[in-house]
């Protein structure tokens, strides 16, 4: 069964890119819920794969919460920095291994037509993405790639 709690060596890593924590406005509100406690929620449903709206209330946030302040840490880059910090971290231990790596990829059909999708060749000429992951021997995500699902894995 996959690790509920949120493990101290990655918060560790991780509290270092998220924004920092908003008080309320001039004019007072509702505090926003910091940003450890939804980065625990958000370990627990990766981990537990839970739907976001069956998150235990006891956790201290919503699941829809969570799944907006996701959303908003990808869109300020978050993740991207946390990941190059873990290769770093990983290449320093010796950990990281580039002699081979594995690439693969999964077609998305999509509805709303974005910049990065394309006629999938499979699929009828629908739009759709390709998710193409690349990780080392060891399983380490060494990179991905959002692309049209007629983009090649060779580049």
């Known amino acids: 069964m996959a690790q509920r709690r949120l493990p101290e060596e990655f918060a560790a890593v991780a509290v270092h890119h ?3 924590d908003r008080p309320p406005g001039p004019d007072g509100g509702r505090p926003r819920t910091p940003n450890r406690v939804v980065l625990k929620v958000l370990w627990y449903v990766l981990t537990t794969g839970c739907r976001w709206r069956d998150v235990p209330p006891d956790m201290g946030c919503s699941g829809e919460t969570a799944r907006c302040r996701l959303i908003e840490w990808e869109e300020l880059g978050v993740w991207a920095r946390v990941h190059l910090d873990f290769l770093r971290l990983l290449r320093r231990d010796g950990e990281l291994e580039h002699e ?12 709303g037509a974005g910049e990065k999708t394309g006629p999938c060749p499979v699929d009828r000429g629908r739009l759709g993405c390709k998710y193409s992951r690349t990780v080392g021997r ?8 959002v692309a049209g699902t007629n983009a090649s894995d060779h580049t």
């Open 100 to 111: 081979t790596a594995i690439v693969d990829s999964a077609l998305v059909r999509v509805d």
């Open 138 to 145: 060891d399983g380490a995500a060494l990179g991905v790639k």
């Open 18 to 20: 998220l924004p920092p």
